[in-house]
């Protein structure tokens, strides 16, 4: 078991999702009991990871590797490869209990085509735990294509009343990013051969050569792969000019694939930076402007998605752009490139994930009673359903950064981060500071706003006053988001330990590169010498890594 | 890329490419032909309600294509 | 090719996939005037037992000499027939993905032929001679023998697309892809006749070696431009690219469902045995004219086909569109590498493309035809609609065909696009990959048209269940698992595209399709 778990993780919800196909479709209940089994398990299953991950955090690389490369199509060089570091570890925890939350979340919500309801959401979660176990870009792009089908079908079957532009318009855009990264990633898989002459599409072997594109290529190749990149995870994040899929998805997306959605879908992105971007092209970050704009994109994103937050009318286009702005923190911290500010963001993903998570059930909460998400339909709930009010005043204190609890934590140790780095793309970390720090004010405003709108004063609408409070099994999908929020916020220092060693290792990989302009002067002075020219790039480059490497 | 230049084979190449260039236009005089009479037969077919107009629009177009192909090259080769 | 030897035994075993095809085809017309009318399904059973037949004969174990040469020249192949003809990996290859397609073609066909109340044994033996007529223009090593297999093809399928007699649209199409059809045979039997005329011969070796040297000449002949041109304008019309493409919509959507099916996978695969076996085996030196040319093409199929696929109510006109742009992407395959040199893994993209096109849209294609139903002819969009509740089977499958023609990943039809790119940035050519991978999330928005109506929309006319033949469903069964299969253990099917250029590394697996 110990050298099979994340296997035995991965393919859990999809042995339920199979299970399942052989249910007679009337039988709803047997449906659900199982569905909701096969998400605990799921869960279950990944539970020893916390002790056996425990005892080996500070051990550098990745662990738990399953599986050799090349094995799986080795004809073009791709292997079922799977492992986990820090940042992946906590990925994959927030991603089971998501799954198993949210499934819990569906028990009424779903009534007509159940079973295909279950089964595609359980094929989704095991699309998105490869996502985040792969070790093969190869492997890595099919996960993250194939996730896409599942989610599409969840937002257009059981999605609001403009379903099937909402689901078409997300498959769309995120698959129009993801073309794009296929192009990038095939270019580094031929550099890879043209340096190693070994085809693969190995995270490992990746590692090593994909770095030296700056220098074999130049600055603009570089930059340009660099974008392939950034647009596919920017869609998914998504960042500031890329986020229009976002609201409509949300919005007409049921409860539960909203939370999932959020918590996890999202998270995609910024673990695609995380794990691609920065070790792939540290030179492109170091030199040129490419950070700046990511870093003004980030904060247009704070801002802009704060903004946009206190005008919406509609709660669960609320939460939706209020995610925006979120996941800007998340972007800034990534490209502060500082161990705390890396390190707060990773911690950061998994907060928004258990508070925008907690925040979409609670609006599906109410819209499950009255069909509506206008706020101007709502007000003076906490005299109806005291419970239900207290666990969303914890939920959005939570998400606006409140001390004690979890978003806090994540957010402060971005803007610490940021501001303790000297120099962030020409401009001292104190300056990007000062842009973010507004979106944390303009949080803490639409969320109070809302709460103050939508449960202080009296009942005003009639068809309030006879809402019935929370049943135990809605409790029970808050428990251990609860238990989550508050352990983070009083007690994150197991999570800084379990990020320590990978967010340092890539810190210290893109300085590294960084560090030895002279390595770059050399390289550009081959490229312009005289032989260059005449023989073709890749017996160039053959040549290359073992000057390099000595 | 291209093979290593030598300097006859060059001069050679030049020529060729010059030529190339002049009849390439020849490559798009047929297609060219077929699309406009294509497009002319749709047309109709719109305004008329047929279904069968754009093929004879084509068919003409081919035949026109051809009787110029052919005599551009009647009057290169003299 | 060494000197013209006698007609031997081995000719005539090589020729034997071909023989049997046509000699199954006479039998079939023979038999199905004993048939009694509720009996003509004898005659698909008949056709398919011709299918293995033939399949048999390719992979024949007497003929120990050829197994050598296949195994060890690489590409080279063994000619017969007096040069006519080579039997060679890319022949195989072929050959048997023609018949892969016919066969569920065939089992595609039997209830449908029986509501339309159109069975008759004619229509099989045209499938049957119209593929003999494949075999020929994937093995064919002389231009003449390519034509004729070529107007033997195009008219059995002339037939087969008016076989329903009583429907004027049937009617009309066939007759609008007959005047097409002449009309581009004619154009091609121009361009081939201005080659011969400059060769002084019909071998295509004898051709390639001429055009070879006409080219180092200075004064390049004019005519040697214009017979290219006449040549691949022909060509290009049989594979529908655009602009030579208005054929195509109007016949898939006037033809009997069960023959657009067949015409998309085995006519065009023809299509493009003869393309390739032109352009790379005669016409080679020619290669930096050709290439400006299908980069034009390639462009505008892929272009208009995308464009106007977006507007399509109908089913079968939008696959056809659909098909169209697949054209589009395959032809990239032939324009990766440089003017000098074509670059293999473009070679193998187009293969590895042709044998999951073959699954995928012959299985969509099977799906429309199972919807083909007492008075419901199925094949407007709208006649999808809540095709889940009514078949949840065929929708699922409907929808892995929609994506796999999409090109997610991980189904068969990502791999076909996958080595069309991969060749296309390992030579270099990025704008035409950007174009190409943008144009295929443009496509998604068309397939997933077809999986809304089926999944998202409620039924308009009840709830009522199709009955699906049991042929239906094993030609069903196959394409769904082939086109999972395909995607997600491609190796083996790498491997074999390998083989058939030559360059398999893995020795178990070419003895396992040889």
């Known amino acids: 078991m110990y050298n099979h778990i994340l296997s035995i993780i991965l393919f859990t919800p999809l042995v339920g999702a199979i299970l399942l196909l052989f249910v007679p479709k009337e039988n709803k209940e047997a449906i659900r009991w199982i569905a909701n089994i096969f998400a605990l398990a799921g869960l279950l299953v990944s539970l020893p990871l916390v002790p056996w991950f425990w005892a080996q955090r500070f051990e550098p690389g990745f662990k738990f590797v399953e599986g050799t490369a090349n094995n799986w199509i080795p004809s073009i060089g791709a292997g079922y490869v799977l492992g986990i570091d820090g940042i992946s570890f906590l990925l994959i925890m927030l991603t089971t209990l998501l799954g198993w939350v949210s499934i819990l979340s569906s028990w009424t919500a779903i009534e007509n085509r159940v079973k295909e309801y279950y089964i595609w959401f359980l094929v989704l979660q095991t699309g998105m735990l490869g996502v985040f176990m792969a070790l093969d870009f190869f492997l890595f792009f099919v996960f993250w294509e194939a996730m896409l089908v599942p989610m599409y079908l969840l937002i257009g079957i059981w999605g609001g009343p403009r379903k099937l532009y909402a689901a078409i318009k997300f498959f769309l855009y995120t698959l129009a990013g993801s073309v794009l990264m296929l192009l990038g990633i095939l270019f580094l898989y031929f550099h890879h051969h043209s340096v190693t002459g070994v085809y ?33 995870f920017a869609i998914k994040v998504p960042m500031f000019p890329f986020h229009t899929w976002l609201p409509d998805a ?26 691609f971007s920065l070790p792939f092209f540290p030179d492109v970050l170091t030199h040129g402007r490419v950070r700046f704009w990511v870093m003004v994109l980030s904060i247009i994103a704070i801002i802009y998605g704060a903004l946009v937050s206190l005008m919406q009318k509609d709660m669960k286009k609320l939460v939706a752009y209020s995610s925006v702005s979120h996941l800007g923190f998340c972007t800034l911290g990534i490209f502060a490139l500082s161990p705390l500010g890396l390190s707060g963001s990773v911690l950061q993903q998994i907060n928004h994930g258990i508070s925008t998570g907690a925040l979409f059930l609670i609006v599906g909460i109410l819209y499950e009673r009255r069909h509506t ?12 359903m005291p419970v239900y009010a207290t666990i969303t005043m914890i939920m959005f204190l939570s998400s606006m950064g409140l001390p004690l609890l979890n978003g806090f934590v994540g957010e402060f140790t971005i803007l610490g981060g940021t501001f303790l780095q000297k120099d962030i793309a020409g401009h001292p970390g104190y300056f990007w500071t000062a842009w973010a720090v507004p979106g944390v004010v303009l949080a803490a405003a639409y969320l109070l706003w809302l709460y103050q709108r939508v449960f202080f004063g009296t009942v005003t609408n009639p068809k309030n006053e006879k809402l019935h409070d929370l049943t135990p099994r809605e409790v029970a999908t808050f428990v251990p988001l ?60 053959i040549a290359q890594p073992e000057k390099g490497k000595n | 890329m291209s093979p290593g230049p030598d300097p006859k084979n060059s001069k050679q190449e030049k020529a060729f490419w010059l030529q190339f260039a002049r009849y390439s236009q020849l490559a ?23 279904t069968w107009l754009y093929l004879a629009g084509i068919l003409l177009g081919i035949a026109a294509g051809f009787i110029e192909l052919i005599r551009t090259v009647l009057r290169d080769t003299k | 090719m060494g000197p013209l030897a006698p007609f031997s035994t081995t000719d005539y075993l090589l020729a034997l996939p071909i023989t049997l095809l046509a000699l199954f085809a006479l039998g079939i017309l023979l038999i ?53 003809m080579i039997v060679d990996r890319f022949a195989i290859y072929f050959w048997y993905l023609f018949l892969a397609g016919t066969a569920v073609a065939i089992l595609m066909s039997v209830r449908y032929l029986e509501i339309e109340n159109e069975d008759h044994g004619e229509y099989y033996a045209l499938m049957l001679l119209s593929v003999a007529g494949m075999m020929c223009m994937a093995a064919g090593y002389d231009i003449v023998l390519i034509f004729i297999g070529l107007e033997l093809m195009a008219i059995s399928t002339y037939v087969l697309v008016g076989f329903l007699r009583r429907d004027r649209r049937s009617n009309e199409a066939a007759l609008k892809y007959l005047l097409l059809g002449a009309f581009s045979s004619g154009i091609f039997a121009y361009g081939l006749s201005l080659f011969y005329g400059l060769a002084g011969s019909t071998n295509l070796r004898v051709i390639a070696v001429q055009v070879n040297s006409l080219m180092q000449k200075s004064d390049m002949k004019p005519l040697l431009v214009i017979a290219l041109l006449t040549t691949i304008t022909g060509l290009l019309f049989k594979i529908a690219a655009i602009p030579f493409h208005q054929w195509a919509p109007d016949a898939y959507e006037g033809a009997p469902t069960c023959i657009t099916g067949f015409m998309s996978v085995a006519v065009k695969a023809a299509g493009w045995a003869m393309l390739m076996r032109i352009l ?44 169209i742009a697949h054209v589009g992407y395959m032809l ?36 429309i035809t199972s919807l083909r139903h007492r008075n419901i002819i199925g094949d407007e969009l709208d006649d999808l609609n809540g095709l889940y509740s009514r078949a949840p089977v065929e929708a699922v499958l409907m929808l892995v065909f929609m994506l796999s023609l999409a090109g997610i990943p991980p189904l068969a039809g990502f791999w076909g696009k996958y080595f069309i790119f991969l060749s296309l940035i390992e030579t270099g050519h990025y704008a035409l990959a950007a174009l190409g991978v943008l144009y295929s999330v443009f496509g998604l928005y068309y397939y997933l048209k077809i999986a809304n109506a089926m999944f998202m929309r409620e039924a308009e006319k009840g709830e009522e269940r199709l009955p699906v033949s049991y042929a239906m469903r094993t030609a069903l069964g196959i394409t769904g698992f082939a086109t999972l299969f395909i995607g997600i253990m491609p190796n083996t099917f790498i491997e074999m595209v390998n083989w058939a250029w030559g360059i398999a590394k893995n020795p178990a697996v070419a003895k396992l399709i040889r």
Not at chain 1, 499 to 528: G, W
Not at chain 3, 47 to 66: E, M, Q
């Open chain 3, 332 to 367: 990239l395959g032939l324009i990766a590498g440089t003017a000098a040199e074509i670059h293999f893994d473009g070679l193998k993209g187009i293969l590895i493309y042709l044998l999951v096109y073959t699954f995928m849209n012959l299985g969509a294609f099977g799906v």
């Open chain 3, 32 to 84: 199905d005037l004993m048939l009694p009318k509720e009996q003509k399904w004898a005659n698909a059973v008949t056709a398919l037992i011709g299918v293995g037949f033939s399949a048999a004969a390719i992979w024949n174990p007497f003929r120990p000499g050829i197994l050598t040469y296949l195994t060890v020249s690489g590409l080279a192949g063994h000619a017969a027939m007096m040069n006519t």
């Open chain 1, 250 to 275: 949300h919005v007409e997306a049921p409860t539960a694939g909203s939370v999932i959605l959020a918590g996890v879908l999202l998270k995609m992105g910024t673990y695609g930076f995380i794990r």
């Open chain 2, 28 to 50: 798009f005089v047929f297609p060219t032909a077929l699309v406009v009479g294509w497009l002319v037969g749709a047309a109709l077919d719109r305004w008329l309600h047929t």
């Open chain 1, 482 to 541: 609860l238990i989550m929020a508050f352990w983070i916020g009083l007690y994150p220092k197991p999570f800084f330990q379990i990020l320590e060693q990978p967010v340092n290792h890539l810190v210290a990989t893109v300085n590294r590169d960084a560090s030895t302009p002279e390595a770059v002067a050399n390289a550009a002075a081959k490229r312009a010498g005289p032989d260059a020219a005449a023989v073709p790039a890749s017996s160039a480059s």
């Open chain 1, 373 to 384: 998400r206008e706020i101007s339909e709502y007000g003076g709930i906490s005299n109806v």
């Open chain 3, 280 to 323: 790379l085996w005669g016409l080679y030196p020619m290669r930096p004219l050709w290439l400006p040319v299908l980069v034009f093409v390639s462009i505008a199929t892929m272009t208009g086909a995308n464009f106007a696929a977006l507007t399509q109510t109908n089913t079968k006109r939008l696959l056809a569109y659909s098909s």
């Open chain 1, 200 to 232: 693969s599409f190995s995270l490992t072997g990746l590692y090593d050569t994909a770095p030296r594109i700056y220098s074999d290529y130049g600055p603009y190749a570089a930059t340009l792969l660099f974008l392939s990149f950034f647009f596919a």
